[in-house]
């Protein structure tokens, strides 16, 4: 079950912000950042495999987890450029991961999703879950055409997610990010900046089709279509 929650009085319309949100699956709660979800946050950011393939800030400190939630997360929205959500688990609340969209093109109704979980969520189908939540919460209710993910090419498990998803490989940018990989001291917390392709996907409303019902025989969680 997929609910959304739009902030009490905001009529849908066509708007060159998101609104504030909640996005609930069967097993996830996608919502604003919270000051409570920072210790974790931090320790998903400082993760090695996120450490090497975002571009945020090593090692991350509280200053930048308080930097992110205080200001820069919720300026995303404000400022019409994309939002981000915390994705927690339904049961527990605990912080499972984060999603967010950004570079968002409002004339032509697309964006880019990017997605992060934290290594202590991985291989339970969490990014997959909530970037298909996004995507039809986009789709349906918001009059999105097109939604973009970029993934390093040696990035399988980010692969994975959109092929999942059923997003459609449309090329590569070459040479166009730069990750991180651990230098010889790397025992000792070295790192440094490579060069990387990205794959570009792109997800369109019909390649939605019939996804959340596969997804759902193969992984066990629910469908995407009861809407409150």
Known sequence: ???????????????TTFPSISISTDRLVMRPFEMADIPAYIEMMNDEAVVAWMDGPNPYTQVDAERWVRRIAPAERTG????????????????VGSVRLLTTDWRTRSTEVRYITAPWARG????????????????????FERIELRTPADNTASQQVAQKLGCISEGVLRN???????????????????????????????????????????GGYGTYNDWK
Request: net charge negative; glycine share 10%.
């Open 1 to 15: 079950m997929l609910c959304f929650y739009p902030v009490l009085g905001m009529e849908l319309r066509m708007t």
């Open 176 to 218: 166009a990010r730069i990750a991180r990989t651990r230098t010889e001291n790397g025992t000792d917390g070295g790192w440094t900046d490579i060069r990387t392709d990205l794959i570009v996907w792109g997800l369109l409303p019909e390649d939605l089709e019939g996804v959340a019902e596969q997804l759902a025989d193969a």
């Open 124 to 143: 339970e189908g969490y990014a997959t879950e909530s970037v298909l939540a996004i995507a039809e919460w986009l789709f349906r209710d918001q009059g």
């Open 80 to 95: 019409g450029h994309g939002i981000a959500l915390a994705v927690t688990e339904f049961l527990t609340q605990r912080l």
